[in-house]
């Protein structure tokens, strides 16, 4: 079965980092797409950065290219996603998400395991 738990959220002056830290567990296909989505309330959720391996290959939402990162610790299993220059239109709540390799990898419907979230609190 696979488990997904997210941590590392919190609250932040604008301006400021976080770093959000996934932990995947019982995934046993070769080839794997992780994404980052947020959701605040009241709007849809949206992609907000993935990496699938094999080949590490990366993609961001417009939104977010040139601040954030996200890279993979494989002997961890474990994915990160780096948070710089946060403003407050990035508070939402985060959700990891995994699956096989898709063509899509920042549409949610891609994806069939979701974490539980982990709340960003970004202040101005």
């Known amino acids: 079965q696979v488990h997904l738990v997210e941590s590392g959220g919190g609250s932040v002056q604008a301006g400021g980092s976080l770093r959000l830290s996934c932990t995947i567990s019982?995934?046993?296909?070769?080839?794997?797409?992780t994404a980052w989505f947020r959701q605040a309330p009241g709007k849809e959720r949206e992609g907000v950065a993935t990496i699938c391996t094999p080949g590490f290959s990366r993609y961001f939402a417009a939104s977010v290219k040139g601040r954030f990162t996200i890279s993979e610790d494989d002997a961890k299993k474990t994915v990160y996603l780096q948070m710089n220059s946060l403003a407050p239109e990035d508070t939402a709540m985060y959700y990891c998400?995994?699956?096989?390799?898709?063509?899509?990898?920042?549409?949610?419907?891609?994806?069939?395991?979701w974490g539980q979230g982990t709340q960003v609190n970004v202040s101005s």
């Open positions: 019982g995934y046993s296909y070769s080839t794997k797409c």
């Open positions: 998400a995994a699956d096989v390799y898709t063509l899509q990898p920042l549409v949610a419907r891609s994806f069939g395991y």
